[in-house]
């Protein structure tokens, strides 16, 4: 087993949530990029000092102590603060399906060396399901509002329009969506016309 010493991601993303390969340390000053794992053994790209100092002054990668020896299938799992499920309650359920062997906090961020066993994965699978379905709701919620804002407003603007026929689309409802924008243009040519 090798330490690891950092990861190919950073504290700092837009994602809420990241994936990432392992670095761990290797004999002398150099280290290995672990991308994909192969009976027990990481395999991946090989690192002089240099190399990996570069890559972390130019913000892909992290260095990041604290998460022990990798093991067969160990992965970064990165929790940014904008994950939208608190972070706890995260960690107990990595616990629970004892893929989690250590986690790090940095910047209000959740850094864990996952080992990916299956259910693991299928703890992953399990949370977008659950994203999925709050982000559908929400959509709903906003379809509604849209709705709202289209008949309390004097006149149909684009704007109104414009929110209203990409919230229906999100949600899969593109025959609405062309028949409120075929409405939309049609009232604007009989508009014109007086």
Known sequence: MRAIVGAMTTWKGKAAF????????????RCLIARRWADGKAEG?????????????????MRIGGLGDAEPDSFLWLFRPHFPRARHAVLSEILAVLGLRAGVFNDHALA?????????????????????????ARLVEAEGLAEAAVQVAVGMS????????????????????????????SGLRVQGAT
Do not use: M
């Not at 990241?18 to 000053?29: E, F, H, K, N, Q």
């Not at 864990?112 to 559908?136: I, K």
């Open 158 to 185: 684009d704007a109104h329009v414009e929110v209203l026929v990409s919230i229906l689309r999100r949600l899969g409802e593109t025959a609405r969506a062309d028949q409120i924008v075929e409405t939309f243009r």
């Open 112 to 136: 864990c060396h996952v080992v990916e066993l299956p259910s693991v994965v299928g703890l992953r699978a399990e949370w977008a399901a659950r994203l999925d379905g709050y982000a559908r």
């Open 18 to 29: 990241d994936r990432a390969p392992l670095v761990l340390a290797l004999d002398g000053d």
């Open 45 to 61: 790209d090989e690192l002089t000092a240099d190399e990996w100092e570069a890559l972390t002054q130019s913000g892909d990668a």
